[in-house]
């Protein structure tokens, strides 16, 4: 029997072991059943999805007003409008808010849908507004123009800002009938950028 082993191996292709495993197991932990041989770090070779960010230099948002007024006719009781509008970065607009407003992140000139809202308020067609975005919390300015000089009013200091969607809140005119309460909300859609 001894004088056929040799031959048995080569008819059932024996292999050598290494510490009990056949010389095709290399021992290695497998990822997908490859041997780890798909990517160097233990994955399958792809580059990993990147992390959505918000795409700042668009405003999609609306504005809601409020009144409760001291004569039921001037009650409105919440007339949401529509903005659109896109980061300046350069010019003399840009310039201009930029002077007025150092640590605003981003300014922006929104488009609002129409000019009237609650039917008798009066809304400018064309604003522009300043953002400073922090973790969590950020500023809205509101930039106007007096005697071709650039004003800045601050809306709301203390916004709240997730990092994709913005609300802040503030007190428009106040009149002899009342004041009207208006609701900002600003979302900015997600973009990508690849992962560092």
């Known amino acids: 029997m001894r004088t056929f ?51 700042t230099a668009v405003w999609e948002g609306s504005r809601t007003f409020s009144v409760d007024a001291r004569y039921d006719d001037y009650d409105c009781e919440g007339d949401t409008v529509a903005e659109s509008g ?17 640590l605003c992140d981003h300014v922006y000139e929104v488009q609002v849908e129409r000019d009237e809202a609650c039917g008798w308020i009066p809304l400018e067609t064309t604003i522009w507004r300043g953002l ?10 509101r930039f106007s123009e007096d005697g071709g000089r650039v004003e800045i009013d601050d809306l709301d200091l203390a916004a709240t800002f997730d990092g994709f969607s913005l609300t802040y809140d503030y007190v428009g005119a106040e009149e002899w009938w009342g004041q009207i309460d208006i ?9 990508q950028v690849a992962a560092e």
């Open 183 to 191: 609701d900002g909300q600003l979302a900015f859609p997600e973009t």
């Open 86 to 102: 896109v980061e300046l970065t350069s010019g003399g607009v840009y310039e201009a808010m930029m002077e007025a407003c150092p």
């Open 5 to 55: 082993a040799p031959i048995l191996c080569l008819l059932v292709a024996c292999s050598p072991t290494i510490d009990g495993k056949g010389a095709g197991d290399s021992g290695l932990t497998t990822v997908d059943g490859a041997d780890g041989a798909d990517g160097a770090d233990g994955t399958d070779g792809t580059e990993p999805d990147p992390d959505p960010v918000p795409d």
């Open 132 to 141: 400073v975005l922090g973790e969590g919390s950020a500023q809205v300015y």
